[in-house]
């Protein structure tokens, strides 16, 4: 069953939307926004112009001063909800990452888990790809925060093993095969896949991973990869496939 559109989390990932969109401006005069509401707002702009800006020009080259005017906000305002460049940018990504894993656990469940897990990989995967692919400003986030030092690797860290949750429902490992080491090893190649595209440009292309992906992850488990969706076309996300109506995908021998 093909699940809908994740429009919501691909919305709220920083970087896809402008910060000086007229409709989140903060204008002068009496508010009904609380002093919170009216941070967070401020904040979730400042997160999309840390996107932009980070995509644009690099982690290096981002300016605050460019953060600040693509947020349509003022430095002051900057310094009052981050401690600087590198919080900011550590905010944005972890910020989006967690959205992006939310937006994988449904699909996942819905596709069957423990039912089905390669199925579910499927699906997880697929609402993955959609995402960074619709939003290059965020996916070069996966790149660019490898420059923000120690800080960005334990992001990074941080990130790679909150996948351990797809994992949970996996057969056992092969004989005389450590369990987490072999998780962490097939999350650490798909992550591997991702960053290699988006540093070469191919962030819209993203969607086309799907099958060695999959392949990736569930073969080590199973010695075996779920079949290419039955008929195949493009999906609501650009990419091709789906899972069949029972939320089951055929398992084929892999090759």
Not at 30 to 58: I, K, N
Not at 84 to 107: C, F, H, I, N, W
Not at 228 to 235: H, K, L, M, P, R
């Amino acid at each position: 069953m093909k699940g809908a559109r994740p429009t919501e989390e691909w919305q709220a990932l920083p970087g896809a939307r402008t910060g000086r969109d007229p409709e989140r401006s903060l204008r002068p005069g009496p508010r009904r926004l609380t002093p919170e509401q009216v941070a967070s707002r401020q904040r979730e702009r400042l997160l999309d112009g840390v996107a932009r800006m980070v995509a644009a020009h690099g982690y290096a080259g981002a300016r605050i001063s460019d953060i600040c005017r693509a947020a349509g906000v003022t430095r002051p305002v900057f310094y009052a909800l981050f401690t600087g460049k590198e919080d900011a940018v550590l905010a944005a990504y972890r910020s989006g990452t967690q959205m992006v894993v939310r937006a994988m656990q449904r699909p996942y469940e819905e596709a069957g888990g423990a039912a089905s897990w390669p199925a579910a990989v499927r699906a997880g995967l697929r609402t993955m790809l959609a995402l960074l692919s619709q939003t290059p400003a965020f996916a070069r986030m996966v790149v660019e925060i490898e420059s923000a030092g120690p800080a960005g690797r334990r992001a990074r860290a941080e990130l790679l093993a909150s996948f351990r949750r797809f994992f949970v429902d996996a057969p056992p490992a092969p004989p005389g095969v450590e369990r987490a080491e072999l998780v962490d090893t097939v999350v650490g190649a798909v992550h591997a896949a991702v960053h290699r595209a988006v540093d070469q440009d191919r962030t819209g292309q993203l969607p086309g991973l799907l099958d060695t992906l999959v392949h990736v992850v569930v073969a080590p488990f199973t010695g075996t990869c779920p079949a290419n969706d039955a008929n195949d076309g493009t999906d609501e996300f650009g990419g091709s496939g789906s899972v069949g109506d029972a939320g089951m995908a055929d398992v084929g021998t892999c090759t």
